[in-house]
């Protein structure tokens, strides 16, 4: 059983510039949830999708955008990419009706 | 807003200790805590699962406790081997699919 699967793996990007990351979500689940983590940090809560609409979303700029498409993967589209939106993406996908999440390896992304 | 914190940020032990590490939530109106292992560069990987209604929950040498009224969780692991050395991240959650509330870390070293 695939668990949640995140392309690409790493992405160098110059500032200015638009990316999207992808995930597909593990198999049975239906929510996909996006954060975004700095060196050091813990984990920040970018949004979460669910019927393919967003759910509930962080403190994050308009920038930052997603997707869910009808077979539950997911994209992350950041536009006019800054130095500071370098960080590793994780992708969380979790069922609606139970607990817990499960993450992907995430996407390391550089801005330069 | 909710708020978590992990002490210590490192910790460094010689292989065979038992070790405990601490995760603290300013809002005890959670749903759920989960403790998470990341390898450098890495995703998340879960470890265990505490719903709110429950105290602990073990798995293998891994123990988790949890105490909803003094906004306290401690994860317990048990003759640590140098395979453990990673970054151990506590995570909360409001309601069933709410987004995660992250720690910082402990960052752990096991010396063989």
């Known amino acids: 059983d695939a668990g949640v699967t995140q392309s690409p793996t790493h992405l160098i990007k110059t500032r200015g510039q638009q990316v999207t990351l992808r995930c597909s979500p593990k198999?049975?689940?239906?929510?996909v949830s996006w954060y975004q983590q700095a060196l050091g940090q813990g984990p920040q809560f970018i949004f979460q999708?669910?019927?393919?609409?967003?759910?509930q979303r962080g403190n994050f700029p308009d920038r930052f955008s997603g997707h869910q498409f009808p077979n539950y993967s997911s994209e992350l589209n950041v536009n006019a990419l800054l130095l500071g939106d370098s960080a590793l993406y994780l992708c969380?996908?979790?069922?609606?009706?139970?607990?817990?999440?499960?993450f992907g390896s995430g996407t390391r992304l550089t801005v330069v | 807003k909710q708020e978590v914190t992990q002490i210590p940020a490192a910790l460094s032990v010689p292989e065979g200790e038992n070790l405990v590490l601490n995760c603290s939530f300013t809002?005890?109106?959670?749903?759920?805590l989960q403790w998470f292992r990341q390898d450098p560069g890495k995703g998340l990987t879960s470890l265990l699962l505490?719903?709110?209604?429950?105290r602990e929950q073990t798995s293998g040498r891994l123990n988790a406790s949890l105490d909803k009224s003094s906004g306290r969780s401690t994860l317990y692991i048990a003759a640590s081997q140098p395979g453990d050395s990673a970054t151990y991240l506590c995570?909360?959650?409001?309601?069933?699919?709410?987004?995660?509330?992250f720690g910082k870390g402990t960052r752990l070293s096991v010396i063989a």
């Open positions: 198999s049975g689940h239906d929510t």
């Open positions: 505490i719903q709110s209604s429950q």
């Open positions: 995570a909360v959650g409001d309601s069933g699919n709410t987004p995660l509330v």
């Open positions: 969380a996908s979790s069922f609606s009706q139970e607990y817990g999440y499960t």
């Open positions: 999708y669910y019927e393919e609409e967003e759910r």
């Open positions: 809002d005890s109106a959670i749903y759920n």
